[in-house]
């Protein structure tokens, strides 16, 4: 026997009733944007981490043939370990916002994101 589940509140039915509303495709662009989101928010704060050595090259790690824009946002991540996601935060948000909401391409906003982490390791 399963326990039982705490009871939804009104925020999570609200969000399951608008989930179910929608077509397979806003389906998924919705999950990726909660994706997003979650990772934004667990993201550890650096002040209560001891400082570890980052790499000062990136990693090199290469892009998939087929990729989401969550996944590249991952790897770009994990490619520029010495760049500070605080300072690009806004604008990959806006290419989040462009992809999910106004229909952009993967890729050109993987190609733009990829520009954005260059640029910003470039800075330093």
């Known amino acids: 026997m399963f326990p039982a ?3 939804a509140n009104k925020q999570e039915r609200q969000l399951l009733k608008v989930f179910k509303s929608l077509d397979p495709a806003n389906k998924e662009s919705l999950m990726c944007y909660a994706e997003f989101l979650q990772q934004r928010s667990s993201q ?3 002040s209560t981490v001891e400082k570890q050595e980052i790499a000062s ?3 090199d790690i290469p892009r998939p043939e087929k990729e989401s824009v969550i996944k590249a946002i991952k790897r ?4 520029y370990p010495m760049v500070d ?3 690009i ?5 806006a290419l989040m916002t462009g992809h999910m909401l106004q229909g952009k391409k993967a890729d050109k906003v993987i190609d733009e994101l990829e520009e954005l982490f260059a640029k910003e390791y470039q800075k330093n």
Do not use: Y
């Open 5 to 7: 589940m705490p009871q």
């Open 57 to 59: 090259e990136p990693l």
């Open 76 to 79: 770009l991540s994990a490619n």
């Open 44 to 46: 550890v704060d650096e």
């Open 89 to 93: 935060l806004h604008p990959i948000s």
């Open 85 to 87: 996601k605080e300072n």
